[in-house]
């Protein structure tokens, strides 16, 4: 079979290649994928920026697909379930971690696409625990945006919450921020989405999805705005989904004093200069947000399924598996909100 494969580290080493198909055994489910999403973390990995992945390794972990095949010990999964996975493989199994389900931050954890073969190909192998079947109103297409949109719930609604009097700014209206901004709409809450002039169109794509307020933060001030609707206060919770450190310097004082910062985009360095006096001088609850866990899926798939997720505005193009490299370049052109690799034909 065909898959994207990345070879070795460095900036792109990665070709369409044949692949042997993958064999099931034990708990495993073979799927063949529908459709991929292109993550953030794929287009580090082509830029050799990303140092997580195993090589040569298949690409690939937003998916949704149907099961054509199971070991001899799945018990619940069957041939023909229409299913999304969660990017787990393989765990420990024995640390506090993976008791507690929490499988995000099992050291010993293998992840699909990274450090086990992905699914930017015709199939793919997953654990039967990591696969979730697909209500029948949930089209490919959408389920394909489960693990993404996973992140963002473990963001809001497992590493803190959100109730509709709360004050929320999200930085960062990418993939990422416009997810969260929907989970965070879908609690009541009142958003205020802050971007640069080049996220024009994606901020009026925020205010589609239900953004109450948006800023271009170089054309107007931020922190004017803010005061202005939580009278003087700063806001309960701000997103970050930027990853970028002006942005978190910027949100750290516009907290209000106890509120909570929840860090969701990856920084390009490991250090960085961050205002901690305003996490001291305010009492600033400031959380990290790893990836996903089981919980988190279900809360997401809820949430597509009821629609409060608006998946035909976050997909922007689809691609063939062929043309792989022309969906990279366009999700690195920054003009696409979210781009789907098509594998096959269901």
């Not at 708990?27 to 287009?43: L, M, P, W």
């Not at 919980?295 to 798939?301: E, F, H, Q, T, V």
Request: glycine share 8%.
């Amino acid at each position: 079979m065909k898959a994207v494969v990345k070879e070795a580290p460095g900036y792109d080493q990665m070709v369409l290649k044949d692949v042997p198909e993958p064999e099931v055994y034990g708990d495993r489910v073979k799927i063949e994928v529908a459709y991929t999403g292109i993550c953030g973390s794929d287009i580090h990995t082509f830029k050799g920026e990303y140092k997580n992945p195993t090589t040569p390794v298949t690409l690939g972990h937003e998916f949704s697909g149907k099961v054509v095949e199971v070991g001899p010990d799945v018990k619940n999964i069957k041939v023909g379930d229409r299913v999304t996975s969660e990017t787990t493989f393989e765990t420990c199994e024995k640390c506090r971690y993976c008791e507690e389900k929490d499988y995000n931050l099992c050291s010993h954890r293998r992840g699909i696409g990274t450090q086990a073969n992905g699914s930017f190909a015709k199939y793919v192998l997953s654990r039967e625990e990591s696969c979730h079947v697909l209500d029948d109103s949930l089209s490919y297409q959408a389920a394909a945006l489960s693990e993404p949109l996973s992140c963002c719930v473990h963001a809001a609604l497992e590493k803190t919450t959100v109730s509709d009097s709360d004050k929320v700014l999200i930085f960062g209206p990418g993939p990422i921020g416009l997810l969260m901004l929907q989970v965070v709409k879908a609690q009541g809450a009142f958003v205020i989405m802050s971007g640069i002039t080049k996220d024009k169109d994606r901020l009026e794509l925020a205010k589609q999805l239900g953004a109450d307020i948006v800023v271009d933060t170089m054309k107007e001030n931020l922190e004017d705005i803010v005061l202005k609707h939580t009278d003087g206060y700063g806001v309960d919770r701000v997103f970050d989904c930027s990853g970028a450190v002006p942005a978190v310097n910027q949100g750290l004082p516009l907290v209000r004093k106890k509120g909570t910062f929840v860090q969701v985009g990856l920084f390009a360095k490991k250090a960085n200069p961050i205002d901690e006096e305003s996490i001291i001088q305010r009492e600033i609850t400031y959380i990290g947000s790893r990836s996903q866990k089981p919980s988190s899926w279900l809360i997401a798939l809820d949430l597509l399924t009821r629609r409060k997720i608006n998946a035909d505005k976050m997909i922007t193009k689809v691609f063939p598996l062929e043309k792989w490299r022309d969906a990279f370049e366009s999700v690195m052109g920054g003009h696409e909100i979210k781009v789907l690799i098509k594998s096959g034909n269901i």
